[in-house]
C-alpha cells in the first residue's frame, strides 16, 4: 500500500520532471551533475522525481552499463535531503520496464531503495493480449503500487484500448495513471474509463507534451447512469517538464488557481498552450518523429550550464539536424519561458 502522505501529494497534483542521466564526454556517469539535476528540480518546487524512465535512458539497465541502482539511489538521497525542509513528502517514481520476470524484479529494485510507486511501461508487451497484459499489470502490483503509462507509439508503447484501462483500474494498487499516447481520442479512452471506475482515488497525471497546458485545464465530464461524474488531470509526469522546470511550477500553479476558482479561460492561457507546444516540438525533435528527444532536452540544461554536453549512452542519439536552429527560436521567440536567471543564480550551489 501507499503512504497516504504520498497519495494525498500525488491526488493534489504536482510537477514530476522525468530525471535524465548526467554524462561525461566518455559517457561515464557524472555524479555531480546528476545530484545538481535532482537538486534544480526540488528547488524548482517539484513535486517528486521520476528516474529510470525513457528521458534517464534505458540503457542503464544493460548489465555493462549498470547504472540502474546507481541513479535511484543519487535522486534517492539528493529527494531524503530535500525533505528535510519540506512540509510534505515528496513522490519518489522510477520506471519499471521489460517482460514479467524483468519488470517484477526492477519492482523489488525500487522497493529496496525506498520508492513509493512504478511507472509501468509496456513497451516490451507490445505482442502480448490484453489478458496477458493485464496478468503482468498484477504481477508487478503484488510489488509495488503502480502508476499506468499510456505511452505513445511512436516511441514504443502501443495503442491500448478503453476496454483495458477499465480492467486495469480493477488492480487495487494502481494509485495513478501517466497519459501520453498524443492522441486526444486515447487519452478520453483513459479518462473515461477512470470515471467510470468510480475509482477517484486514482491521480491522472499528463504525459502529452502537445496539450500539457489544456489537459491541466480541461474538465473532462461525463455522463453515466443518469448523473454527472467529472474528472481531471491534476498534474504531469514529463521529460519537457525535466527543462525551465521552474516555469514549469509556476504554470501549474496558475492552471491550479484557475480551476479551483472555476475562473474562465483567458486566452492567453490558450496562447500559453501554443507556445508551450511549439517549444517541446523544438527540444523533442517532432521534425524527425521524436529521434533527438533525450539530446534536446540535454541541450537546454547544456546552455543553462547544468549539463557538460548532450552525450547519450547511445552514441548514435544526438541532435537532429537542425534542431539546435529550432532551440535556437523558441528560446528567442518565448523569453518569458525559460527559467535561466533562476539556474544562474543558484547553479554553483547545486553543482557543489
Not at 18 to 27: C, G, K, T, V
Not at 203 to 232: H, K, W
Request: charged share 25%; hydrophobic share 40%; with cysteine.
Amino acid at each position: 500500500m501507499i503512504d497516504p502522505k504520498i497519495q494525498r501529494v500525488l491526488q493534489r497534483g504536482v510537477v514530476i520532471p522525468a530525471h535524465p542521466l548526467a554524462l561525461n564526454s566518455q559517457r561515464r556517469l557524472d555524479e555531480r551533475r546528476q545530484r545538481a539535476l535532482s537538486r534544480y528540480y526540488l528547488a524548482s518546487g517539484a513535486g517528486g522525481l521520476a528516474v529510470g524512465v525513457h528521458t534517464t535512458q534505458f540503457e542503464i539497465r544493460d548489465p555493462a552499463v549498470g547504472l540502474f541502482r546507481p541513479v535511484l539511489q543519487l535522486a534517492a538521497e539528493e529527494m531524503a535531503r530535500a525533505e528535510r525542509t519540506r512540509g510534505e513528502p515528496l513522490i519518489r517514481i522510477a520506471g519499471v520496464c521489460g517482460r514479467t520476470p524483468q519488470a517484477v524484479a526492477e519492482a523489488g529494485i525500487l522497493r529496496e531503495e525506498g520508492y513509493a510507486l512504478g511507472l509501468l511501461s509496456l513497451g516490451a508487451m507490445c505482442d502480448a493480449e490484453e489478458k496477458e497484459l493485464l496478468a503482468h499489470c498484477r504481477a508487478v502490483a503484488e510489488v509495488i503500487p503502480l502508476m499506468g503509462f499510456y505511452l505513445q507509439p511512436a516511441v514504443g508503447g502501443r495503442v491500448l484500448p478503453y476496454r483495458f484501462w477499465r480492467q486495469f483500474l480493477e488492480i487495487e494498487a494502481v494509485v495513478g495513471i501517466k497519459i501520453a499516447p498524443f492522441n486526444r481520442y486515447q487519452t478520453l479512452d483513459v479518462i473515461r474509463a477512470a470515471a467510470e471506475s468510480g475509482r477517484e482515488d486514482v491521480a491522472l497525471y499528463t504525459g502529452n507534451d502537445d496539450s500539457i497546458v489544456l489537459d491541466l485545464l480541461t474538465p473532462f465530464r461525463f455522463y453515466l447512469g443518469g448523473r454527472t461524474v467529472q474528472r481531471r488531470i491534476v498534474g504531469g509526469l514529463l521529460g519537457h517538464w525535466a527543462v525551465w522546470t521552474h516555469r514549469a511550477v509556476e504554470l501549474l500553479e496558475e492552471c491550479r488557481r484557475l480551476v479551483d476558482t472555476d475562473a474562465d479561460v483567458p486566452p492567453e492561457m490558450l496562447c500559453r498552450s501554443v507556445e508551450v507546444t511549439d517549444c517541446n516540438a523544438a527540444f523533442f525533435d517532432t521534425a524527425h518523429n521524436f529521434a533527438g528527444c533525450i539530446a534536446g532536452i540535454h541541450e537546454v540544461l547544456r546552455r543553462q550550464g547544468l549539463l557538460e554536453g548532450t552525450w547519450c549512452l547511445n552514441p548514435r542519439e544526438d541532435l537532429s539536424p537542425g534542431q539546435k536552429e529550432e532551440i535556437d527560436r523558441v528560446y528567442a521567440a518565448y523569453p518569458h519561458l525559460n527559467d535561466d536567471a533562476f539556474v544562474a543564480e543558484h547553479r554553483e550551489q547545486w553543482l557543489q
